[in-house]
């Protein structure tokens, strides 16, 4: 992810991922709409476009003689996942902390079933270690 957030860093790269984030657009169309907000020359807009790039944010293919740029959208989800992490940083053990809390459960339940004198539910498949 080396880069991503430095090129987010600069206001006009964002406002060209906006711009993009309606579709796949040539340089020109980027210019002018950016050229509505500041003024910025084309080899300044190329020089931004350039960057994303390096950052995997946005893609770029061939169409005849134009360049048409788009959103890299696995550059924007690598992204949005690393910022999830930080908002959620305990997610990679929900899982395990699930499967803790149903075996406490069942501890729970298998103690209460003992002491009411009866024998506890076994799990499908736990065999009965009592001799017979």
Known sequence: ?????EALGEPVRRAILE??????????PLVAALRSRAPISQPAVSQHLKVL??????????????????LDQAGVDAAQA????????????????DALATEVARGRRARRATTAGRTPARPPGEQDSRPA
Do not use: H, K
Request: glycine fraction near 8%.
């Open 53 to 70: 790039l390096e950052a995997n944010l946005v893609s770029v293919r061939a169409a005849g003689t134009r360049r048409l740029y788009a």
């Open 82 to 97: 690393w910022l999830a992490r930080l908002a959620d940083p305990l997610a990679p053990f929900a899982q395990p902390l």
């Open 19 to 28: 711009l993009l984030a309606a579709g796949e657009q040539p340089v020109g």
């Open 1 to 5: 992810m080396p880069g991503v957030f």
